[in-house]
C-alpha cells in the first residue's frame, strides 16, 4: 500500500495553469505548511488571492512576471531545468494580498504557504541573494540554496531551501527531526519535500520515523513527487548514476530551525 506521506503529481487543469499538486490543509492535515506546484504554458495566467497565509512564489523554472498591487517583477526566473544548480527568483507576498503570474516562457511555479502572522512587505528574492551552502562530507556532501531561511526577517513563518544531492549520496542526513516545541533545542517545524531525479526515469529513497516508531515509512520517491514530513526524521538517499533535486517548505508555531540528530547516527558528523 502507498505511503498517505507519499504524493503523486495529479494534474489537474485549471484555465491556463496545470496544477501538478494541491497540498493544502484539507488534503494533508498539517497545519502549518501549505503547497501548489503549477505548470504554465507561455502567455498564461494564475491568479491567486491569499487570506491568512502567506506565499513565497519559487520561479522553479522557466520565466514568469509576478504583479501584486504597485509591485510588477517582469520575467523573472533563471534556469530551463533544476538540474542547472543555480540559484532562481522567488518573491515573498503576505496574507490578505491578491498576485497574479504570466509565464513569459513555459513555466513552472512552486506555491509555498505558511501561516501569515503580520503583514510584510512584498519582496522579489533576488537569484543573486539566494545564499549558496556546502554541507557535509564523503558521501553526505549536498549543496542547499537557502531562499527564505531563518536569518531572513521578509518571512512571518515561511521557511524555503533547495537541496542537490549526488547519485551514491545521502541528504538530510545523518537524521534529523524538529516535531518537538522546545527550544532552544529544537523547533516544532512540519515540512514538505518536492522531489526532481535527472534523469527522470531515476528515483530517491526517504525514510520518516520517529524514535518510538509509531511512524516509520520508506519510500520510493519519484520525479515530481512530494513527500509530506508531519513529524521524525526525515532522511534522503540517492541510487548511484541519479541527482536529486529537492524542495522544502518548512513552517511551525516560531519560525527557527532547530533540528535535533538521531542520536543513533549523530556519529557521522565527528568523521574525521
Ligand atoms: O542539510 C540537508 O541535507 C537538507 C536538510 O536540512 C533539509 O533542508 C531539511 O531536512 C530541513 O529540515
Redesign the pocket.
Known amino acids: 500500500m502507498a505511503s498517505p506521506l507519499l504524493r503523486k503529481p495529479s494534474l489537474v487543469h485549471e484555465g491556463d495553469a496545470t496544477i501538478v499538486h494541491q497540498l493544502l490543509a484539507q488534503d494533508t492535515g498539517l497545519e502549518y505548511v501549505g503547497f501548489k506546484m503549477i505548470d504554465l504554458k507561455v502567455k498564461a495566467r494564475y491568479e491567486e488571492t491569499l487570506t491568512d497565509q502567506e506565499c513565497c512564489i519559487v520561479a522553479l523554472t522557466g520565466r514568469i512576471t509576478v504583479s501584486e498591487g504597485e509591485h510588477h517583477f517582469t520575467g523573472i526566473g533563471t534556469r530551463e531545468s533544476v538540474f542547472e544548480k543555480k540559484p532562481t527568483d522567488s518573491v515573498f507576498v503576505s496574507g490578505g494580498k491578491q498576485f497574479l503570474l504570466e509565464a513569459v516562457t513555459n513555466a513552472t511555479v512552486a506555491l509555498c504557504y505558511a501561516p501569515s502572522l503580520q503583514q510584510l512587505p512584498t519582496r522579489w528574492i533576488k537569484a543573486g541573494d539566494v545564499g549558496v551552502e556546502r ?2 562530507k564523503y558521501q553526505n556532501q ?1 549543496m ?1 540554496h537557502n531562499i527564505l531561511p531563518d536569518s531572513d526577517p521578509s518571512a512571518s513563518s515561511l521557511l524555503v ?1 533547495e ?1 542537490y ?1 549526488e547519485g551514491g549520496h545521502f ?3 545523518p537524521p ?1 527531526k ?1 516535531d518537538q516545541d522546545r527550544l532552544p533545542e529544537e523547533s516544532f ?1 512540519e ?1 514538505t519535500y518536492y522531489h526532481e531525479v535527472e534523469p527522470h526515469t531515476g528515483f530517491v529513497f526517504q525514510r520518516v520515523y520517529t524514535d518510538n516508531r509509531s511512524l516509520d515509512e520508506t519510500m520510493s520517491v519519484e520525479h515530481r513527487d512530494v513527500v509530506l ?1 508531519p513529524a521524525g526524521y ?1 532522511p ?1 538517499g540517492v541510487p548511484d548514476g541519479y541527482t536529486s533535486y ?1 524542495l ?1 517548505v ?1 513552517a511551525g508555531p516560531k519560525r527557527i ?1 532547530k ?1 535535533h540528530n538521531d542520536p543513533d547516527h549523530e556519529w557521522i558528523l565527528a568523521r574525521q
Open positions: 554541507r557535509g549536498r542547499v531551501v537541496v544531492t541528504s538530510s542526513y534529523h524538529h517545524l515540512e514530513v526525515h534522503v529537492y522544502n518548512m530551525w533540528f
